[in-house]
């Protein structure tokens, strides 16, 4: 089944613990992004690649990393979260130009 | 720089109602264009999209869009809503074509008896 599959679904960290959400897909997409979902605010774009070894900044790129060492993962890196990156999380991919194929999403709780 | 603009927080229809919700982008071009549909406690599933062509597009579960250039908007529609079709709908825009998305806040469809 064509997917993007992200773990954890729900993680409660403490502030400054470095933690990795992992994404992975398996449909050979070029273009991997991940956004947060935020209550008033919508999705917004943390970062993209638009193949390996190419990645950018998306609208909110403080706080993060991220890193695409193979075409099907594209893992999200918090160095020391803190705690207003308490969000939902969403990983997604796609063809070029493409409507994106979303995850189930990551809930993050930072105390 | 582009934007996405949904001017209705909530909707309220009734089963059977038809629907429309309301999406105006922002974009010197014509960008790609979609809806998303998110369900309480999931992921974003793409209803439809627009590229080029025929302005009026049609999508899954019965639902259609018609993108009007002179009024930078894409419109969602449906002519006889379910209670199914209760959930959040976000559209988006992506003008460079790089999958650069950027969402509109969303539409909160709720759907009375």
């Known amino acids: 089944e064509a997917q993007v599959t992200q773990n954890p679904r729900y993680l409660i960290t403490v502030t400054g613990k470095k933690l990795t959400v992992t994404c992975s897909q398996n449909?050979?997409?070029?273009?991997m992004s991940w956004y947060r979902q935020d209550p008033g605010l919508g999705l917004r774009q943390i970062y993209y690649?638009?193949?390996?070894?190419?990645?950018d900044k998306g609208d909110v790129p403080e706080g993060y990393k991220v890193s695409r060492k193979e075409k099907r993962n594209f893992p999200l890196i918090l160095e020391s979260p803190s705690p207003n990156q308490t969000s939902l999380y969403f990983c997604?991919?796609?063809?070029?130009?493409?409507?994106?194929?979303f995850g189930s999403g990551t809930r993050l709780t930072v105390v | 720089a582009q934007s996405v603009t949904q001017p209705d927080i909530h909707i309220t229809v009734s089963e059977g109602a038809s629907l429309e919700l309301r999406c105006n982008y922002s974009?010197?071009?014509?960008?790609?264009l979609f809806w998303y549909v998110q369900s309480p406690g999931q992921g974003l599933q793409l209803l439809l999209k627009?590229?080029?062509?025929?302005?009026l597009v049609q999508g899954i579960k019965g639902f259609e869009a018609e993108f009007k250039r002179s009024q930078s908007s894409f419109n969602l529609r449906k002519p006889s809503v379910h209670w199914s079709d209760a959930a959040e709908y976000f559209c988006?825009?992506?003008?460079?074509?790089?999958?650069?998305?950027?969402f509109g806040k969303g539409t909160m469809l709720l759907v009375s008896p």
């Open positions: 690649s638009m193949n390996v070894e190419v990645t």
């Open positions: 974009y010197g071009a014509t960008p790609y």
């Open positions: 988006a825009v992506d003008g460079s074509g790089y999958s650069t998305l950027t």
């Open positions: 997604a991919s796609s063809l070029q130009g493409d409507g994106y194929t």
């Open positions: 627009y590229f080029s062509g025929d302005t």
């Open positions: 449909m050979n997409h070029e273009y």
